[in-house]
C-alpha cells in the first residue's frame, strides 16, 4: 500500500512539472500541453475505442506514464483543465478499455466543446458517448447524486448509459403540471465545477433521431434509455 502510495506522489511530481505547474527556473525540453483549450485531434478517432492513436500523439503528457487505477485519481486531480483531462482519460483508455475510461473522454470533450464551441470537438464529443453504448452498454460507475439533498457531496452506483443518455439529448425546454415554462436537465448538465455542459443537438428530437439511428431510445421523463 505505501510503495503504491509513493508511486504515485512521484508520477503526479512528474506530470505537474512537464504540464508547467510547478516553474523549477530552468528551462526544459519536455512536451508542455498548451495552457489554452484548442485540442488537436491527432487521428479520426483518437479517444474512441478500440483506436489508442493518443499513444503516438507528443502533445499527450501521459503517454510515458502508467495510468492505471492506483494513479489515475490523482493524476486527474492534477492540473485537470479540459484539454489535461482529455489527454489522461485517452490515455487510460488506450491502456485499459472499460467503459468508465470512455465516459470520462466524452466528459472531457463536452467540456471542451463548451469552452471553445468547435465543430470538430462537437463532433468528436457524440462519438466519445455513442463508444459507451456501443462497447461499454452495462457498464455501472459511481457519480454524483445531485438528487440527494446533503451538505456533503453523495455519489450512488448507476449504469453509465443512462448518464450518456442525459448529456446526449440535452437540456430542453418543457412546461411544469401547471402549464408554465420549465427548464429541464440542468441538473444533468451541471458538472461540479458550476460549468453548465452545453448542448450538443439543436434540439432534442435531432438528439433523439441520432440515437434511434443507432438502435437506442432515451426516455427523457425517466432519464433513461434503451436498446430500441
Not at 91 to 110: I, P
Not at 184 to 196: A, P, V
Request: glycine share 6%; hydrophobic share 40%; with cysteine.
Amino acid at each position: 500500500m505505501f510503495k503504491n502510495k509513493l508511486l504515485a506522489i512521484i508520477l503526479i511530481f512528474f506530470i505537474l512539472i512537464i504540464s508547467g505547474c510547478i516553474d523549477d527556473g530552468e528551462e526544459s525540453n519536455e512536451i508542455v500541453v498548451p495552457a489554452d483549450n484548442y485540442l488537436n485531434l491527432y487521428c479520426e478517432n483518437v479517444g474512441i475505442h478500440p483506436e489508442k492513436c493518443v499513444m503516438d500523439d507528443e502533445e499527450n503528457p501521459y503517454r510515458f506514464v502508467s495510468v492505471n487505477d492506483d494513479t489515475k485519481w490523482d493524476l486527474s486531480n492534477a492540473c485537470a483543465s479540459a484539454k489535461a483531462s482529455f489527454y489522461l482519460w485517452a490515455t487510460a483508455l488506450a491502456s485499459t478499455s472499460v467503459g468508465e475510461h470512455q465516459y470520462y473522454v466524452a466528459e472531457s470533450l463536452h467540456k471542451l466543446y463548451t469552452l471553445e464551441k468547435n465543430e470538430n470537438i462537437r463532433k468528436q464529443t457524440i462519438k466519445a458517448y455513442r463508444a459507451v453504448l456501443d462497447h461499454f452498454f452495462e457498464t455501472k460507475m459511481y457519480i454524483e447524486a445531485w438528487w440527494i439533498e446533503d451538505e456533503d457531496l453523495a455519489y450512488a452506483e448507476g449504469f453509465i448509459r443512462h448518464m450518456v443518455g442525459k448529456r446526449l439529448f440535452g437540456i430542453w425546454e418543457g412546461k411544469d403540471n401547471e402549464g408554465n415554462p420549465q427548464t429541464y436537465n440542468i441538473k444533468g448538465m451541471t458538472l461540479g465545477s458550476g460549468m453548465i455542459l452545453d448542448n450538443l443537438f439543436e434540439n432534442e428530437f435531432q438528439a433523439q433521431a441520432a440515437m434511434n439511428e443507432w438502435g437506442y431510445v432515451y426516455q427523457k421523463y425517466s432519464e433513461e434509455l434503451f436498446i430500441d
